[in-house]
């Protein structure tokens, strides 16, 4: 199982990033898939999930309404567009894979997650 997330960098506060992290290894879509995020001096943070199918996603409520994410089973792609940037959105972001077992559609809870991409930077600075 690999998880690659790519696509941060430095953004002005009220900007745009799309992150993406590319999967391989496993069967893509029978996954949950999530993105994390932390920050220096803080501990991992929920930022938003998505179904096996795709169907379905739920965002931390610090991102709702700015953030959309959302995959490409065909290409074994998940997605994070990020808009209206803050400098409270500094992170590094990881992405995240959660085997759906037929229980819960989506997981907020990175103790759910058995496999973890590297993290890409994304730092909101003017």
């Known amino acids: 199982v690999q998880l690659q997330a790519f696509g941060g960098g430095l953004v002005q506060p009220g900007g745009s990033l799309r992150l993406s992290c590319a999967a391989s290894?496993?069967?893509?879509?029978?996954?949950?898939m999530g993105w994390f995020r932390q920050s220096p001096g803080n501990s991992l943070e929920f930022v938003s999930t998505?179904?096996?199918?795709?169907?379905?996603?739920d965002y931390a409520d610090s991102v709702k309404g700015r953030f959309n994410i959302y995959r490409d089973n065909a290409k074994n792609m998940v997605y994070l567009q990020m808009n209206s940037l803050k400098p409270e959105d500094t992170a590094v972001y990881f992405c995240?894979?959660?085997?759906?077992?037929?229980?819960?559609?989506?997981?907020?809870?990175?103790?759910?997650?058995?496999?973890w991409g590297q993290g890409t930077q994304v730092t909101v600075s003017s």
């Open positions: 995240a894979a959660k085997w759906y077992n037929g229980v819960s559609i989506y997981a907020a809870r990175s103790s759910e997650y058995g496999h």
């Open positions: 290894g496993f069967t893509f879509s029978r996954y949950i």
């Open positions: 998505i179904s096996a199918s795709g169907d379905s996603a």
